[in-house]
């Protein structure tokens, strides 16, 4: 299995990569890991006439903690995610998530941005950032601008991102006090696609009752999708056990009308769902004595 | 794979079926579609591609046949596509019901098989690509008939 032919360029700076990327419009994709872009280049999925590789651009792997928040460059590797004290401190929903992102040979190789802009919906770091309520940095020759991860990903391996533009920066905002986050999903083996996966960071008031609960969702769906039903149930009031289990109801019954495949049912997911969110918020409200 | 559904149109179930019955119209609706020409008595020809988020798009030479026809009411849809990498047939069968409001129901019901090269590494995506272009079609459809509509209401 061989690519079609295309050009190569190899940005040494992000200005260069965004010059080369508006030069050559639709026709041109940026290559940050190239562990989805290359195999499907291989299979001739995807076509790209040009190729514009990020991995010699300075500047896009930076991970700093901020008064405004966790700031994570695009090009940061999955396993440096997964190593970092700084994630660990400042998002540890992220650093719980990382373990289930494929396997560790694609995590050496696979970046943050990459991930977020391939906007696989079976993926789990769009939907821990949808959880995190993070704002993506997007740049191109007419400047930066910022969107909210719950406006970014707007279909199947669609995003919000035009020809010319590309993913940046990634800013988590800086964790509320008493907030808590648990990562889980449901795979016929670890590193496969999840048949269904649920993200949650949640917050209580001094009197243990949730402030908010955003549970995010993947493989549900054509993108990751917010359970809406369960925040709107569990904001303002202690989270019990009855109370969990009924926002995990409605979220299930109502955010999602999942999709079927060979590998799970329509109905599958949906019980997926309830499971895999009311798991998330035990595991997530339970353990907010020990942060 | 099955995919069924409602759409609800906003008009009145005769000039539902007439867009159907109109290869122009479907050739504007149905996402993808580059050509489609009527090539014999209820059989259209003519080539679709299929585009997926960065996925380069997939070209399909697709051939659609109308059988069953029960006007205004029903008719059953044969498709048959075949691309690079892969091919899609199955037939559809779709039925009009007359609204309260002046709306028209359409229930469709759908059964499609997909081969080849996209459905071995696309497989777990299927569905949702099946659901997207229905949606894109259905809400294409609509629009042109309230199009319409409102050109008969300004030239009478």
């Not at chain 1, 700031?71 to 719980?96: C, D, Y």
């Not at chain 2, 069924?4 to 149905?30: E, I």
């Not at chain 2, 997939?58 to 849809?77: G, I, N, S, W, Y």
């Not at chain 2, 995506?125 to 300004?154: N, P």
């Amino acid at each position: 299995m061989k690519p079609a032919p295309f050009e190569y360029f190899r940005a040494r700076s992000v200005e260069e990569a965004i010059d080369l990327l508006s030069e050559h419009g639709p026709d041109a994709k940026p290559l940050a890991g190239g562990q989805s872009l290359i195999p499907a280049m291989n299979f001739r999925l995807a076509t790209p006439a040009v190729l514009v590789d990020l991995n010699e651009a300075v500047g896009l792997s930076d991970v700093t903690a901020q008064d405004d928040g966790l700031h994570i460059g695009g090009m940061t590797r999955h396993r440096t995610l997964e190593q970092s004290e700084t994630v660990a401190r400042n998002a540890p929903l992220v650093t719980a998530a990382m373990p289930f992102v494929a396997h560790a040979a694609i995590r050496t190789r696979g970046t943050l941005g990459g991930s977020l802009a391939h906007a696989d919906p079976a993926a789990e770091l769009p939907a821990v950032m949808l959880a995190l309520d993070a704002v993506f940095t997007v740049r191109s020759r007419q400047g930066a601008r910022h969107v909210r991860a719950a406006d970014f990903f707007t279909g199947l391996f669609t995003t919000a991102l035009e020809a010319g533009e590309l993913l940046t920066e990634v800013t988590i905002p800086p964790r509320p006090v008493r907030s808590t986050y648990a990562f889980q999903e449901i795979a016929r083996r670890h590193g496969d696609y999840a048949l269904a996966g649920a993200a949650a960071a949640v917050a209580v008031d001094e009197h243990g009752r949730c402030t908010s609960a955003r549970v995010a969702l993947l493989s549900v769906a054509d993108r990751p999708v917010l359970a809406e039903h369960a925040r709107r149930a569990l904001e303002g009031e202690p989270p019990t056990a009855d109370a969990i289990n009924a926002a995990a109801a409605a979220a299930a019954a109502h955010d999602i009308d999942p999709p079927g495949d060979i590998h799970a049912s329509s109905a599958y997911r949906r019980h997926l769902a309830a499971v895999l969110i009311r798991r998330v918020l035990e595991r997530a409200f339970h353990s907010r004595e020990t942060s | 794979m099955i995919l069924s559904g409602t759409f609800t149109f906003n008009g009145p179930r005769q000039k539902v079926w007439d867009l159907l019955q109109d290869p122009g119209v479907l050739a504007k609706a149905l996402p993808g579609t580059e050509r489609l020409t009527m090539s014999g008595p209820d059989r259209y020809e003519g080539v679709m591609k299929v585009s997926i988020g960065p996925m380069t798009a997939a070209k399909f030479d697709v051939t659609v046949t109308l059988a069953d026809k029960q006007p205004p009411e029903r008719f059953t849809l044969q498709i048959d596509g075949k691309g690079g990498v892969g091919f899609a047939r199955g037939s559809a069968a779709v039925t009009l019901q007359e609204q309260g409001d002046g709306g028209t129901a359409m229930d469709y019901t759908s059964d499609v098989q997909i081969g080849g090269r996209i459905a071995s590494v696309g497989q777990r995506l299927i569905e949702s690509v099946s659901r997207m272009m229905m949606r894109q079609a259905l809400e294409a459809l609509d629009r042109e008939l309230r199009a319409r509509i409102d050109a008969d209401a300004s030239g009478s």
